[in-house]
């Protein structure tokens, strides 16, 4: 697992593999004052808090301005990878703030309900045997898709040129896929 060095103020492109310890060391300043690493200690304390309602929660993808150069980011996007049984199983237990809290992580209002600076957001991760998805994983593949579209854009006027991979993103390895 590696942590790349930016490369023209961004992430080069690619989904780069790495677990928290290296991204920490990477991207996030030790000073508490920082900016950066008061955005990512509410990043961390959201997942916390998430891994305690789920359970596990085996890698999430970050972005957003927070991997750039940007002197003072505005926050940090994050996709959490769930398995959906997980989910599932909050439901199923009926506790209504446990399943708000989901809700509130899964519909990017984390920012709006805890004041955190943090887009959320869940993909319900459908795991199966065998290389062929069966009929029931199309919508996890279909989000997936997308996710890993969006975030290898760049915006630009030129609309050929906004839909080419030009950036890239990390795969955060929380508690891995079991």
């Not at 970050?62 to 750039?68: A, D, E, I, K, V």
Request: net charge negative.
């Amino acid at each position: 697992m590696t942590t790349p060095a930016l490369q023209a103020g961004q992430l080069p492109p690619g989904r780069w593999v790495a677990d928290l310890v290296a991204v920490e060391a990477t991207y996030v300043p030790s000073n508490p004052a920082d900016v950066r690493r008061q955005i990512w200690e509410e990043w961390r304390r959201l997942t916390l808090v998430l891994q305690s309602v789920v359970g596990s929660i085996p890698a999430c993808w970050l972005s957003g301005s927070f991997f750039t150069d940007k002197a003072v980011p505005g926050d940090l996007d994050c996709l959490y990878i769930v398995d959906v049984e997980r989910l599932k199983a909050v439901t199923t237990r009926g506790d209504p703030g446990e399943t708000n809290f989901i809700s509130i992580v899964a519909a990017n209002a984390v920012k709006q309900v805890f004041s955190l600076r943090v887009d959320s957001f869940i993909l319900e991760w459908s795991p199966y045997a065998g290389p062929l998805p069966p009929g029931t994983s199309r919508q996890y593949h279909e989000d997936r898709g997308y996710w890993d579209n969006l975030w290898v854009r760049v915006k630009d006027q030129d609309k050929r040129l906004d839909s080419v991979p030009r950036r890239g993103y990390l795969e955060v390895i929380i508690d891995g896929y079991r």
